[in-house]
């Protein structure tokens, strides 16, 4: 009897996708042009310095809640064109400061706004990083801790902002993976920057990723839930060790994700999308003054999607909510709270990779997989951010950011086991998991701009970091067929699913094994950027860490403490306003989590060690439009760790791993993002790597050979031309030959292109239209720890249509 079994869903076709993506894109493009000038205006207006009242060129002016932007010309003016009519805020953004104005905009019309404006580079006043409407931007926090202009940063650090991340229409982190070079994808969660494997990742500059664990408990950062950008308004990646700045770190770099803020004018937003493979879903966001003095001030956003994916039985469920206050007590003082609902349920999850042979060659069609339709992976968390920021009168300012968060996922799902000897035939285990934190982490970080005179001008920072973790892990599992287990194998190329019933694989209470680790951590920090004269920058800093974590792994008591130095130079040698050359050096280390240190994971293990040394040069070019950074760098880094295929000693440790003794990284890096011209914005990047294990112990064998997922060239480009009131993008990606050194087998190399059109129908409505995929690309993203395990498959051709309303009509 095989009435209840469930054949392999397959995908469904999308008719004709690119002949619509052509249509939907081509459709009004002529007319709406019209539409749009009917209900706007225009501002124009000089920008001068409040010190001696010259003209200022390469100003950037912006209106909010609209993506006009513009930059001044040689005698300070701009002009802003395509202002939809109504109340507007127009702001300088940057590295000059001055109040935002409030006008109003008549259709037809033209309105000058001047602005007379600080240069706050060199004055005692803190830099304000602001969220910019063009690809380009001037300042960062990542790579100082502290408000910094790019150009005096002696490292290389990319900035993708809000317009860019909405022009691509990436909703998930991987999406913009390609925008970086040296950044590619690995699986879950996990990156591959500058060579090496990178999990965690900051929020809003501190620890407390949603998405996955905090610290220490196990597998720092790691997570099978999806990463989202749906609360996201830019993403800085600071490469190279960044210990000296954020402690235990992985030495390729860190990744922060910068979250949406309540802004001080009305603006509300909402759409509804669909697409292929039954996606469907709907945003909405508001957020403006609550009292006519705009002190206080709200946000408030939900963010649903539902999509099944090209995966058998899998599909992808997610719920997002998100409110927002701030209170600006003064023109010194401001306090953001937020707090973030993530309610995610992946059904037919954990995904595991197509099964390959040696060369990377799937063995089956693509949507194949091992799990069932009763399969999951399920994420439930609650975070709470508190920031307090104050500037005082003599150029000291301080900023304090707690942030708590809880986080459940459980995972049940069918593991693949190894093939049998047929080729054919799937082994596989069941595995019924559930991992808990409860976070909290809190950084303070004084600062102090000050004039030495002959010694310079300098901007000084002392910090503390500390933060907690609870973490417990509760899993079992019913083993495969070869091991006697009652978890039936299954086909590669006639899977039935459906026969598989995990209440008959007879798992108990005493099936279950617990793991739980309380973890603390405490990080002291200084450093001092001086800018010695206006063409010489030097930055130094350094930090202490101290680590203690005691738990219960596996019925294996102990404790850990860990303490380490950190520290990194540089230096900026600028032979021109727009033009910066830097060199630094910098080491780094990592932490062991707690759940390798016990014997039955093969531990203990020293921390990871890494040094660092790089120079490179940056060119803010065409007026300060487009900034190009280049780099070359080589890295080295001790003690690496690696999962253990065959679960430790006792095949029983899920996070058992070996200890690799060297790997080695050398690169150049090329990267460009900005605007060519008034129609053309741009992001391109291109990376030369060169991966290699220096020192294998346990494997002597692989000495030579690269570190896994690691490619020798890859490359992306994304842009996008501006048309009437819309534009036409596109999205390149190059991604080389990736070798899974201790899976034995590779991924061979891929391109991908995508599409994108956008339309403002009218005043009220825009058109967003992807096509991603668009050559429907059979390819892997990334190769998993063992060849059963196989290659991760990137999606198919997959159309996705946004019908969104303007924010800049419902801002009137």
């Known amino acids: 009897m095989m009435a209840d079994t469930i054949e392999a869903r397959r995908p469904r076709p999308v008719d004709g996708p690119l002949k619509l993506f052509v249509l939907l894109v081509s459709m009004g493009v002529a007319g709406v042009s019209n539409l749009a000038a009917q209900s706007s205006g225009t501002i124009q207006g000089t920008i001068r310095s409040i010190e001696d009242g010259e003209a ?13 932007i513009a930059l001044t010309g040689p005698e300070g003016r701009y002009l802003l064109d395509d202002v939809p009519a109504g109340e507007r805020t127009v702001r300088i953004e940057g590295i000059f400061r001055a109040e935002p104005q409030l006008v109003r905009v008549i259709a037809g019309e033209t309105v000058t706004v001047d602005f007379v404006v600080e240069d706050v580079l060199f004055s005692l006043a803190p830099i304000e990083v602001k969220a910019t409407r063009a690809y380009r931007q001037d300042a960062t926090t990542v790579g100082t801790k502290s408000p910094a202009q790019l150009l005096d940063i002696p490292g290389s650090v990319q900035v993708l902002s809000r317009k860019f991340i909405e022009d691509r229409g990436a909703t998930r982190f991987e999406e913009l993976y390609r925008n970086v070079s040296s950044l590619v994808d690995h699986p879950y969660s996990e990156v591959v920057l500058r060579g090496f494997q990178q999990r965690e990742i ?18 720092t950062g790691f997570s099978t839930s999806v990463g989202r950008l749906t609360n996201i308004e830019r993403v800085e990646v600071l490469k190279g060790p960044v210990s000296a700045l954020y402690g235990s770190a992985q030495p390729g770099g860190v990744i922060n994700y910068v979250t949406k803020k309540p802004l001080d004018v009305f603006e509300a937003r909402a759409s509804i999308f669909g697409g292929s493979f039954e996606q469907r879903g709907g945003n909405a966001e508001i957020t403006g003054p609550i009292d006519q003095d705009r002190r206080f001030l709200y946000r408030a956003a939900a963010f649903f999607e539902e999509k099944n994916s090209f995966r058998n039985n899998a599909g992808f469920r997610d719920l997002h909510l998100v409110g927002g206050l701030t209170w600006r007590a003064s023109e010194a003082t401001r306090l953001d709270v937020e707090a973030e609902r993530i309610d995610q349920d992946l059904t037919g999850h954990r995904l595991r990779g197509i099964p390959v042979s040696a060369d990377g060659t799937m063995l089956t069609d693509r949507s194949w997989t091992a799990t069932e339709p009763t399969d999951f992976t399920r994420l439930d968390a609650t975070v709470f951010q508190a920031a307090l920021n104050h500037a005082f009168d003599d ?7 707690v942030r708590a968060l809880g986080y459940d996922r459980s995972e049940n799902y069918h593991e693949p086991r190894g093939l049998l000897e047929d080729e054919r035939t799937m082994q596989r285990e069941f595995r019924d998991q559930f ?28 910090g503390v970091e500390t933060a907690t973790q609870d973490w417990r892990f509760r899993f079992a599992r019913a083993r495969q067929s070869g091991n006697d287990g009652p978890v039936p194998d299954l086909d590669l190329f ?18 279950f094994s617990e793991q739980s680790v309380r ?3 405490t990080g002291v920090y200084v450093q001092d950027q001086a800018f010695v004269t206006p063409s010489l920058v030097l930055t130094g800093g350094a930090r202490v860490d101290w680590y203690d974590d005691e738990g219960e792994v596996l019925e294996e008591a102990g404790t850990s403490s860990v303490t380490a130095f950190t520290g990194r130079f540089g230096v900026v040698v600028k032979p021109s306003e727009v033009v910066s050359l830097y060199g630094n050096f910098a080491n780094g280390f990592s932490r062991p989590d707690f759940v390798h240190q016990v014997p ?32 070359g760098y080589t890295i080295t880094r001790t003690n690496v760790l690696r999962p253990d295929p065959n679960f430790g000693p006792n095949g029983d440790n899920f996070s058992a791993v070996f200890a690799t003794g060297e790997v080695r990284s050398r690169g150049l890096e090329l990267d460009a993002v900005g605007s060519i011209g008034d129609r053309i914005a741009v992001s391109a990047n291109y990376a030369l790597l060169v991966s290699r294990i220096v020192r294998d112990d346990d494997a ?12 020798r060239h890859s490359a992306g480009l994304t842009g996008r031309f501006a048309v009437g009131s819309g534009g036409i993008g596109v999205s390149t990606q190059f991604v080389g030959e990736r070798q899974q050194t201790f899976a034995g087998i590779v991924a061979p190399s891929y391109a991908v292109v995508d599409l994108s059109g956008d339309l403002r129908l009218t005043d009220r409505f825009d058109l967003r239209v992807s096509l991603n995929n668009v050559f429907d690309t059979t390819y892997a993203v990334s190769s998993l720890f063992a060849s059963r395990a196989g290659n991760i498959p990137g999606d198919p051709r997959t159309l996705r249509v946004e019908l969104a309303t303007a924010s800049t009509w419902w801002a009137r």
């Open 202 to 219: 900051l929020f809003n500059g501190v620890r407390g990723n949603p998405y996955g664990s905090l610290d220490g408990g196990e597998d």
């Open 435 to 462: 991992r808990s934190n409860d976070d909290w982490s809190a950084t303070l970080n004084l600062n102090r701009r000050l004039d030495l005179g002959g010694a310079g001008e300098h901007s000084l920072l002392l």
């Open 519 to 521: 973890s603390r951590r």
């Open 600 to 631: 039955s994971a093969n531990g203990p293990f020293d921390p990871g060690r890494s040094w660092q040394l790089e120079g490179g040069i940056k060119a803010d070019l065409l007026g300060r439009r487009l900034m190009v950074t280049a780099a």
């Open 494 to 511: 006639s899977p039935v699913y459906g026969v598989a019933d995990p209440s008959t694989y007879g798992l108990t209470p005493e099936s």
């Open 700 to 711: 002597p064998d692989n000495v030579g050979e690269p570190w896994p997922n690691a490619p």
């Open 395 to 401: 150029g000291f300012s301080v900023d304090a950011t």
């Open 56 to 68: 200022l060129a390469s100003v950037q002016v912006a209106v909010e809640g609209t993506d006009r």
